[in-house]
C-alpha cells in the first residue's frame, strides 16, 4: 500500500466510489430526462478524465494523499450515475427500436469482458510501474472517449423547456417513489439490493485490506482474483438470457440471490486455510 492508508481510509475511500446513486441518483433520471444526453455524457467523460488524471500528477508531484483518493472517488461515482442514465437513455434515439436489447447486450458483454481483461493486467503493471500513474491510462480512455461521443448526433435529443421542467420536478419524483413503494414486486426488489449492496459495501471494502495485508497475497495474483470473477461475470452474461427464457426473471433472481451468501462465506475461509504471505 503506497499510501499506507488504514483500513478505516480504505473503507472512506470505498463509500466515496459508491455514494453517487445515495445522493443524486434519484434525481438525477428527472434531471437528464430534461437535458441533452450528448453533453451529459461529455461532461460526465470530463469529470472522469480530471477526477483520474488528478491521482498521477499528484503522485508524480509528491502531494497525494488518502482525502484526494476519497474526493476522486466520490467524482467518479456521481459522473458514473450521469453517464450511466444518460447512456441508457440515448440508446434508443441511436438505435431502431427492435435493435435496443441487442444493443444493450452487447454492450454488457463488452464491459464485462474489458473488466475480465484490465485488472490482471493491472496487476501485472503495478510490479514495475506505480499504482497511481496507471490511473493515466483511465485518463486517456476517458479522453478518446470525448472524441468519439462528439461524433454521435442522435436523433430527438432535445432539452426541455426550464419552466415546464421546473414545475413538473418534483412531481415527477413523488410519483416514482409512489410507484417503486405501492408495487409488492418492486418494493421487494428494494429491500432486495438495499440489503444485497449493504452486505457486498462491507465485504468489498475490507477484500483488498484482507487479501493483500492479512493474507499477503501479490498486486499480480489480486489482479488475477479480480479477472476471474470478471470472467464469471463475462460467462453468466451469455448464459443469462438462456436461463431467464427457460426459468423466467423471478426464479432466477431468487437463485442467484441464494448462491450469493456462498461468495461471502468463502472468502474470510482462505484464511483459515493455514496459507499466509502467499507470493
Known amino acids: 500500500m503506497l499510501l499506507h492508508a488504514s483500513p478505516l481510509a480504505m473503507s472512506l475511500i470505498f463509500v466515496c466510489s459508491r455514494a453517487g446513486y445515495l445522493t443524486v441518483g434519484l434525481p438525477a433520471g428527472v434531471w437528464i430526462d430534461r437535458m441533452r444526453k450528448k453533453p451529459v455524457l461529455i461532461g460526465a467523460d470530463?469529470?472522469?478524465a480530471a477526477a483520474f488524471g488528478s491521482i498521477p500528477v499528484a503522485?508524480?508531484?509528491g502531494v497525494l494523499t488518502v482525502a484526494q483518493l476519497a474526493v476522486a472517488a466520490l467524482v467518479v461515482s456521481l459522473a458514473g450515475?450521469?453517464?450511466?442514465v444518460a447512456h441508457s437513455s440515448v440508446l434508443p434515439q441511436v438505435l431502431p427500436r427492435r435493435r435496443v436489447a441487442d444493443g444493450n447486450a452487447r454492450l454488457q458483454?463488452?464491459?464485462?469482458a474489458l473488466r475480465a481483461v484490465s485488472p490482471g493486467l493491472a496487476g501485472v503493471l503495478t510490479q514495475s510501474v506505480a499504482a497511481p500513474l496507471l490511473y493515466a491510462v483511465a485518463a486517456l480512455c476517458h479522453l478518446a472517449s470525448i472524441l468519439l461521443l462528439r461524433r454521435l448526433?442522435?436523433?430527438g435529443d432535445v432539452a426541455q423547456r426550464r419552466d415546464a421542467a421546473g414545475r413538473r420536478f418534483r412531481r415527477e419524483i413523488a410519483d416514482g417513489l409512489r410507484?417503486?413503494?405501492?408495487?409488492?414486486?418492486?418494493?421487494?426488489?428494494?429491500?432486495q439490493a438495499a440489503l444485497n449492496n449493504l452486505g457486498a459495501g462491507v465485504v468489498l471494502a475490507m477484500l483488498p485490506v484482507f487479501l493483500l495485508d492479512e493474507l499477503g497475497l501479490s498486486a499480480w495474483l489480486f489482479g488475477l482474483l479480480s479477472t476471474l470473477g470478471a470472467v464469471?461475470?463475462?460467462?453468466?452474461?451469455?448464459?443469462?438470457?438462456?436461463?431467464?427464457?427457460?426459468?423466467?426473471?423471478?426464479?432466477?433472481t431468487l437463485a442467484f440471490c441464494a448462491l450469493a451468501p456462498l461468495a461471502v462465506v468463502a472468502?474470510?475461509?482462505?484464511?483459515?486455510?493455514?496459507?499466509r504471505r502467499c507470493r
Do not use: D, K, W
Open 46 to 48: 470530463v469529470a472522469y
Open 179 to 191: 410507484m417503486l413503494f405501492r408495487q409488492p414486486l418492486l418494493r421487494l426488489l428494494l429491500q
Open 267 to 275: 472468502a474470510p475461509l482462505a484464511g483459515t486455510s493455514g496459507v
Open 109 to 112: 458483454s463488452s464491459e464485462t
Open 153 to 155: 448526433e442522435p436523433e
Open 59 to 61: 503522485h508524480v508531484l
Open 232 to 252: 464469471a461475470g463475462f460467462a453468466t452474461s451469455l448464459l443469462a438470457p438462456r436461463l431467464r427464457r427457460r426459468f423466467e426473471e423471478i426464479r432466477m
Open 81 to 84: 450515475v450521469f453517464f450511466a
